[in-house]
C-alpha cells in the first residue's frame, strides 16, 4: 500500500518502507497526536509517546523500544509517556530546556546530538519558539532523501502555534528557516506532531506569506 500519512485515532498505522527503516506513524489521543515509531534492524525507537499507551506498547510487539524521544513539553505528546517507558524499559529523552516539564526523562539533548536507531542516527534539531525545548529530528535516507519528524514546530501550512507572543513567532520562523529550509532540499518529507505530512518544497513559496501573517 502507498505511504499517504493519512492516520486516524483507531485506525490503521501508516507504514513506510525506506529500505533499512521503516517508520510507522498512528495517531493517539483526543487532539489527535501523531506518535512514530521507527525501526532499523533489531531496535525500535518512538518520536512521542502521546497517548493510548495499550496501542503503542502493542506497536513496539516484542521488539521493544530503545529509546523514546519527546519532541517537546506540552502534555498532549507524554500523556502515555510514563506507562510506555516503564512496559518497555527504554530510555526517555527530551531537549535540556524542555525535560523539567516532562515526567521520567533519562537524558537530555541538545544541538546536533544523535539519537541511535539501529544503524542509523537522528540529528537533534533545536527549534525555539513554539517552547523553549523544542525539537525536530533529521534521518538523512543513505538513498539521498531526508525525512524530518518536527514535532509541533512545523506544519503544512505554517509554523506551530505561539499562542499570539510576536517574539516566539519571530524566533521560530527564524529557526525553521534557518535550520530546515536554508538547509535541506525541496523533496525532505516532514511528519509533524498532528495530522498530515507534507514537504519542505511544498511549503516552501509560502514562508514570506506566514512572516506577513504573523501566526
Do not use: C
Not at 46 to 61: C, E, F, K, S, V
Not at 78 to 97: K, R, Y
Amino acid at each position: 500500500m502507498t505511504y499517504t500519512g493519512e492516520v486516524t485515532r483507531g485506525g490503521q498505522p501508516a507504514v513506510r518502507d525506506l529500505g533499512s527503516l521503516t517508520i510507522v506513524k498512528v495517531s493517539v489521543g483526543e487532539m489527535d497526536n501523531n506518535a512514530y515509531l521507527l525501526r532499523s534492524g533489531d531496535e525500535q525507537i518512538l518520536i512521542d509517546a502521546a497517548n493510548d499507551a495499550r496501542t503503542l506498547i502493542d506497536l513496539a510487539g516484542e521488539a521493544g523500544l530503545e529509546t523514546v524521544v519527546t519532541t517537546h513539553r506540552h502534555g498532549d505528546h507524554w500523556q502515555a509517556l510514563a506507562e510506555v517507558v516503564e512496559a518497555t524499559g527504554a530510555a526517555s529523552l527530551a531537549h535540556a530546556d524542555d525535560a523539567a516539564e516532562i515526567p521520567v526523562v533519562t537524558g537530555t539533548l541538545r544541538e546536533g546530538a544523535l539519537v541511535a536507531v539501529g544503524e542509523h542516527a537522528l540529528e537533534v534539531i533545536h527549534l525555539v519558539g513554539h517552547t523553549p525545548g523544542s525539537i525536530a529530528l533529521l534521518f538523512q535516507d543513505p538513498r539521498g532523501t531526508a525525512h524530518l519528524f518536527t514535532g509541533d514546530s512545523l506544519f503544512p501550512g505554517g509554523v506551530g502555534n505561539t499562542r499570539g507572543n510576536k517574539d516566539n513567532f519571530r524566533t521560530l520562523l527564524d529557526d525553521v528557516e534557518l535550520k530546515l529550509f536554508n538547509r535541506l532540499p525541496d523533496d525532505t518529507w516532514f511528519y509533524p506532531g498532528h495530522g498530515n505530512d507534507s514537504t519542505l518544497g511544498r511549503e516552501r513559496p509560502h514562508l514570506a506569506e506566514w512572516r506577513d501573517r504573523g501566526w
